[in-house]
């Protein structure tokens, strides 16, 4: 049931990071996906720096959408542009 819920918040989050980043997506598949990579993105984030969100669903979501923000910008940054 965890891991339900791990893809269930990632995904949240991941819609999330899409408003808050706002130049070209991947669409809302590829924005989803992101977000579940950004959640264990964020996870890794917080573990290593002692920082804590909260616990419960809201810090979670909170953890997983920085991660998933940090991870969309740092793959748009490579984003090869179509000519």
């Not at 791990?6 to 130049?23: D, H, K, N, P």
């Not at 890794?44 to 002692?50: C, D, F, R, V």
Request: charged share 10%.
């Amino acid at each position: 049931m965890n891991i339900f819920w791990m893809i269930l918040i990632g995904m949240t989050a991941g819609w999330l990071a899409r408003q808050f980043i706002t130049s070209e997506g991947f669409g809302v598949i590829g924005d989803l996906i992101a977000g579940v990579i950004g959640a264990l993105i964020g996870g890794a984030l917080s573990e290593e720096t002692g920082i804590i969100a909260g616990g419960g669903l809201t810090g979670s979501l909170i953890v997983a959408t920085i991660g998933a923000i940090v991870f969309l910008h740092g793959v748009r940054m490579f984003k090869i542009k179509k000519v």
